[in-house]
């Protein structure tokens, strides 16, 4: 994913990119043809030629979101999320998606299966911080469902303690 101060976008890298060169925080030019598949955006570069290193930068620091903030305004865009794990469930690919939820409702985290995060570090009940791309997978057509936070690598999952309530006598 690229991201400026404007939003970000996905990026399907063709054979031939050294994708170890694609730092967090490098600037980078890309060209290439829009496409939308389940209604997320991202940029198809024809050859490796179209993806340009231009410089070094620092990383982006992510916004913290709710997961009711996970949506069309906020696609593209690098964003921390604090919520509690209801659920995993697998894929036969190997990708894992977290059902979580914060104060606002569900969440949906996505993990693809080359991310290196562990199934068995993610049970129900764990209360995390998860950093990732917002993105969209619309599987009805609608345009209009389907928002998820995408992770990158493990580094993007931090378990949290749970807060202990506190007794107040009455």
């Known amino acids: 994913v690229i991201e400026?101060?404007?939003g970000g976008i996905p990026v399907r890298l063709p054979d031939g990119v050294e994708r170890d060169r694609l730092t967090r925080g490098r600037s980078v030019r890309v060209s290439g043809v829009i496409a939308a598949p389940y209604a997320n955006q991202e940029i198809?570069?024809?050859?490796?030629?179209?993806?340009?290193?231009?410089?070094?930068?620092?990383?982006?620091?992510p916004v913290d979101r709710l997961g009711s903030e996970l949506g069309e305004t906020t696609e593209g865009t690098l964003a921390r999320i604090v919520a509690t794990i209801e659920r995993v469930d697998a894929s036969g690919s190997g990708s894992i998606t977290i059902i979580a939820e914060?104060?606002?409702?569900e969440i949906r985290v996505h993990l693809h299966a080359g991310?290196?995060?562990?199934?068995?570090?993610?049970k129900p009940g764990l209360r995390l911080s998860a950093t990732g791309i917002i993105g969209q997978r619309d599987a009805?057509?609608?345009g209009t469902a389907g928002y998820r936070l995408h992770l990158r690598t493990p580094v993007d999952v931090a378990p949290l303690a749970?807060?202990?309530?506190?007794?107040?006598?009455t």
Request: proline content about 14%; aromatic content about 0%.
């Open 4 to 6: 400026d101060a404007g």
């Open 44 to 61: 198809r570069p024809a050859r490796a030629a179209d993806v340009v290193i231009e410089g070094d930068g620092p990383p982006l620091t």
């Open 102 to 105: 914060d104060a606002t409702g």
């Open 115 to 122: 991310s290196g995060v562990s199934r068995e570090r993610l």
């Open 140 to 142: 009805g057509g609608t």
């Open 162 to 169: 749970t807060p202990t309530p506190t007794v107040t006598p």
